[in-house]
């Protein structure tokens, strides 16, 4: 069994079913009154500016790994999935567009916060604990490094913003919002799906250092996991091997994620000066593509042994 690659797809052209919304990775289309096809793209966004090259494979690849996560976890919390096959709804000659790339999904009551879950210190949590000695108002023991495990998963929920970057709240701030029983609901449910995911993914030789989920509710008000899950868009990915020996020095581990793509455009130049991470972005080398389209398949074969 092999990774799936479908040819490159950057912006989906489905005329069939009305389109609802075109996200970063995302193009989402009404199906009926009750049902969404979401297909995924190639295209990569970074510093919430999407690139204008697709990383072939990449909208694929999240898919299937999204589709094998929900598998994992469903005794924890319902998902979004139909079921049925996304090749189903659109006409013969858009079968391509959504083989391999897309799902077909319940259309559910959408829930304004991003549940970030953190099971080791990094990226932007690294950067508040060193200013606070804590992330995102949950406070921290003193003495912790750079990739550090946490002595437990923390929950640190963030606002989603219809554009630019999502707002980091305080867990108070979604009682307000949500009230008291969903709030605790998400909270727990979170870090019960982190830590089931973070056990199956150690055993196979990755740590998943944070990650994010959705969520919405359907018509009898049942939480529902939806969207993207546990994918290197939405998570942070570390192998194991070399992970002590990066804690020790006080590194970022090597990743699966698109941290690569986040490490380049740092460095790159537009007219001789620093990329002002606004559209549009530099254009990426296709050194940079390769490695990233690697990244990300890696991440994928390792997790569920396709390729083996």
Known sequence: MTAPTPPALHTSTITSLPLLARGKVRDNYAVGEDRILMVASDRLSAFDVIMGEPIPGKGALLTQMALFWFDKLGHIVPNHLTGQAPESVVTPAEVAQVRGRAMLVKRLRPIAIEAVVRGYLAGS????????????GVALPPG????????????????????GHDENITYEATVAMVGPRLAAQIRDTSIALYQAAAALALARGMIIADTKFEFGLNADGTLVLMDEVLTP?????????????ALARGENPPSFDKQFVRDWLEQARVDGKPW????????LPQAVIEQTTAKYREAFERLTGAGA
């Open 233 to 245: 868009d939405s998570s942070r990915y570390w192998p194991v091997e070399g992970y002590e020996q």
């Open 144 to 163: 912790l490094s750079n990739a550090a495990r946490l002595p437990q998963p923390i929950y640190t929920p963030a606002a989603k913003a219809s554009s």
């Open 276 to 283: 002002d991470k606004t559209a549009p972005a530099p254009r």
């Open 125 to 136: 949590g690294w950067k508040e604990y060193q200013a606070s000695r804590s992330v995102c």
